[in-house]
C-alpha cells in the first residue's frame, strides 16, 4: 500500500472512530447542500417510550386514552412498539386487529398510515384490491402478532375481499382457521359460512385465549354463528 492511500485509510478509521463517540444528533447532521427541514427534524430527542406504550395498549379499545394521549404528543399516531422478536405494533395496528373502527378511524383523521390489515378490518375493498394487485405478497404477509390479512377481512365481513385474497393463499392455509376465530367473535355469518366453505380445515382451533370458535360465539351470543359451527363439527371445548 503506497503512502497516500495507507494515509488516507489511517485517516477514514480515524474518522470513523470519532463519530462513534458523539452523541446521536451529532452523528446525523445533514449535510450543508440537504439543509431543510429534515435537518430539525434529525435534531429531535426520541418520543418517551412510556407514552409508545400506553399509547398502542390504548389502541386496542380505549378510544378516550387515545385521543387524551394525542392531544399530548400528535406524533404518537406514528409511533410504533416492539413486542420482541420483532413484533412491531401501532395504535391503528391494535384497533385494526381488535376491529375498533372507531379507534381506527379517528388515528386515520390524524394522519396515521393505513396499511393493507386496517383497509382489510375497514372493509375498504378498493383500497385492499389496489395494494393486491400491485403487491401480491401482502396477502399472506403478518400483521402484528402473527394476524394474518384474512383475519382482519373476517374482522370486516366482506366476503369480496376475503374473495380477492383467496386467489394468493396457499391451499390449507392456516389463515382460514385464525380467521373463522375472528369472524366468530364479532358475529359474521356471512364470512363464517364463506370461510368453513373455503378452507378451514379445523373448525375447533383455539384462539390466543384458548377459546374454540364455537364456545366465543356462544359466549358472545350468535346463536346463528353457533349453529353453522356445529353443522361442520364445530365444539365447545
Known amino acids: 500500500m503506497n503512502t497516500h492511500r495507507r494515509n488516507f485509510v489511517v ?12 452523541p446521536l444528533h451529532a452523528q446525523q447532521t445533514v449535510p450543508a ?9 434529525r435534531k429531535r430527542g426520541r418520543q418517551d417510550l412510556d407514552l409508545v406504550f400506553a399509547f398502542v395498549g390504548a389502541g386496542h379499545g380505549n378510544l378516550v386514552k387515545v385521543k387524551e394521549l394525542v392531544a399530548q404528543d400528535a406524533k404518537l399516531v406514528f409511533a410504533a412498539w416492539d413486542w420482541g422478536g420483532g413484533d412491531w405494533e401501532t395504535a391503528l395496528g391494535g384497533a385494526a386487529h381488535t376491529g ?16 393493507a390489515f386496517c383497509a382489510a378490518m375497514l372493509g375498504q375493498h378498493e383500497v385492499l384490491t389496489t395494494i393486491l394487485a400491485a403487491n401480491p405478497s ?9 394476524f394474518t390479512l384474512l383475519y382482519h377481512a373476517a374482522i370486516s365481513g366482506e366476503v369480496a375481499i376475503a374473495e380477492a385474497i383467496k386467489p394468493l ?5 392456516r389463515d382460514r382457521n385464525q380467521a373463522l376465530s375472528a369472524a366468530a367473535r364479532d358475529g359474521r ?9 373455503n378452507g378451514v380445515t379445523d373448525p375447533n382451533v383455539p384462539d390466543a ?7 366465543t360465539a356462544l359466549a358472545k351470543g350468535f346463536g346463528d354463528i353457533a349453529d353453522e359451527l356445529r353443522r361442520y363439527g364445530g365444539r365447545e371445548n
Open 11 to 22: 485517516s477514514s478509521i480515524a474518522a470513523a472512530a470519532a463519530a462513534a463517540t458523539l
Open 33 to 41: 447542500d440537504q439543509k431543510g427541514t429534515g435537518e430539525v427534524v
Open 100 to 115: 375498533h373502527r372507531e379507534i381506527a378511524t379517528y388515528l386515520l383523521s390524524k394522519g396515521a398510515r393505513i396499511d
Open 138 to 146: 401482502v396477502a399472506t404477509a403478518k400483521g402484528p402478532h402473527g
Open 169 to 173: 393463499l396457499t391451499a390449507g392455509a
Open 189 to 197: 355469518l356471512a364470512m363464517t359460512t364463506w370461510l368453513l366453505k
Open 209 to 215: 385465549f384458548n377459546k374454540t370458535p364455537l364456545a
